[in-house]
C-alpha cells in the first residue's frame, strides 16, 4: 500500500525568506503522479504543483518548485520570496495512475506553514 | 464557472439524526469523490464514484451512503449520526484524462 509521510507538522518563517517542505513516500509502481496542494484558512483545497514520475525535470510554478528524487522517494515543495498569503496548511499528495477507474489520492497529514510579516 | 459546489457548508446535528450533503459539479466530470479531513491525518476517501450510476467504498465508508444518480451530483448521506463523524467532508471531481482533482470548499459537520 502507498503511504505519504509529512514529517513537519508545522513551519514558520518570515516574509521573503524561502522555505522548503518536505514529503517522502511508499510505493512499489513505476509509474505515479505526486501533488502539492495548498489550504489557507478558507478550507478551499487549491493544487500548487504536480509532477509525473516518468519526467527527470523537477516541475516550478511561478515561486513553487519542487525537488523530486525518485530513488529516494522524496518530494519537497520549495517556496521562494514566501509572502503572507501563502499562510496555509500544505498537503502533499500521491496517485497511483491516471487512467484507472478507482483513482485515489493518498495524503499525508500535513504541514501548517506560517508567514510572518 | 462555478466548479465543485458543497451544500451546507456548515451544519450542526444531534446524535442519531440523519442527513444528506450534495456535491454539484459543472464540469462534466466523470469521476466524483467524498473524503473527510481530520486533525493530524490528511484526507481519507470515504466513497468515490466513476460514474453515474456507481459507486464504491473508499477508505473509511462504514456510517455512510453514497448516491450518483445524476452525472453532475454526488450524494452523501447519514443515517445514524455519530460524534466520530464530526469532521470536515470535501466533495471532489476529476475528469478521466486529466490528473488534477478539483474541491468544493467543504463541510463542517459537528455532531453533539
Known amino acids: 500500500a502507498q503511504t505519504v509521510t509529512q514529517s513537519q507538522p508545522e513551519m514558520s518563517v518570515q516574509e521573503a525568506e524561502t522555505v522548503t517542505l518536505s514529503c517522502t513516500y511508499d510505493?512499489?509502481?513505476?509509474?505515479?503522479?505526486l501533488f502539492w496542494y495548498k489550504q489557507p484558512p478558507s478550507r478551499q483545497m487549491i493544487l500548487v504543483i504536480r509532477q509525473e514520475a516518468y519526467k527527470q525535470q523537477n516541475a516550478t510554478e511561478n515561486r513553487f518548485s519542487v525537488n523530486f528524487q525518485k530513488a529516494a522517494k522524496s518530494f519537497s515543495l520549495k517556496i521562494s520570496d514566501s509572502q503572507l498569503g501563502d499562510t496555509a496548511m500544505y498537503f502533499c499528495a500521491f496517485m497511483k495512475q491516471l487512467y484507472i477507474p478507482n483513482y485515489q489520492l493518498i495524503w499525508g497529514a500535513g504541514t501548517k506553514l506560517i508567514i510572518k510579516p | 464557472n462555478a466548479g465543485v459546489t458543497q451544500t451546507p457548508k456548515f451544519r450542526v446535528l444531534k446524535t442519531g439524526q440523519s442527513m444528506t450533503l450534495l456535491c454539484a459539479q459543472d464540469?462534466?466530470?466523470?469521476?466524483m469523490y467524498w473524503y473527510r479531513q481530520d486533525p493530524g491525518m490528511g484526507l481519507r476517501l470515504i466513497h468515490y464514484?466513476?460514474?453515474?450510476?456507481?459507486?464504491a467504498k473508499g477508505e473509511v465508508p462504514d456510517g455512510y451512503n453514497v448516491s450518483r444518480l445524476k452525472k453532475q451530483n454526488f450524494l452523501l448521506g447519514l443515517e445514524s449520526a455519530a460524534p466520530s463523524q464530526t469532521s470536515v467532508y470535501f466533495c471532489a471531481s476529476k475528469g478521466h484524462l486529466n490528473t488534477e482533482a478539483f474541491f468544493g470548499q467543504g463541510t463542517r459537520l459537528t455532531v453533539v
Open positions: 464540469m462534466n466530470h466523470e469521476y
Open positions: 510505493t512499489s509502481e513505476n509509474n505515479y503522479y
Open positions: 464514484s466513476v460514474g453515474e450510476g456507481t459507486t
